[in-house]
């Protein structure tokens, strides 16, 4: 008998040591979350039938690998949070996936409302992708 091939997922990492109040967690792994699909619109131009100039408004275009097309169309949309305790830790969770061929997306939070003004990086996004190759990623953090 073989074994169901898990849905792919999606891991949020954030800092434990900045100590975010729980509603700048959220906010923060949003923008995580988000980071990986708005990176791959694209504004859509007609420069192929001879218009040159902006992009037109509303009209974009989303290329996603099939693994992020399962993810985004199976209703799921399966994340798990997890947490660094460090910012080191975080940067290189970030580099290792990135090396590993995986989606990752660092946030870096501008430090207008909570962290002096100073930019702060606060979590990652890995994934969507295979459950397996994320796990190899991060394997033995703690949940959030």
């Not at 100039?53 to 509303?58: D, E, L, R, V």
């Not at 993810?71 to 910012?87: C, Q, V």
Request: aromatic content about 6%; glycine content about 8%.
């Amino acid at each position: 008998m073989s074994e169901e091939k898990k849905p792919p997922k999606q891991v949020i990492i954030v800092r434990a040591d900045l100590k975010m109040q729980r509603g700048k967690e959220i906010a923060q792994g949003s923008h995580a979350s988000m980071s990986f699909i708005a990176k791959r619109l694209e504004a859509e131009r007609y420069e192929a039938a001879g218009y040159v100039g902006p992009p037109i408004p509303g009209h974009y275009k989303l290329f996603l690998k099939p693994i992020e097309e399962e993810w985004l169309y199976n209703g799921r949309f399966t994340k798990i949070g997890l947490a660094a305790e460090s910012r080191e830790q975080l940067l290189a969770l970030h580099e290792k996936a990135l090396a590993a061929g995986l989606e990752s997306h660092l946030i870096t939070d501008s430090g207008l409302t909570v962290f002096h003004g100073i930019p702060t990086d606060t979590c990652i996004a890995i994934g969507p992708d295979e459950p397996e190759k994320i796990d190899a990623i991060t394997q033995g953090l703690k949940l959030r």
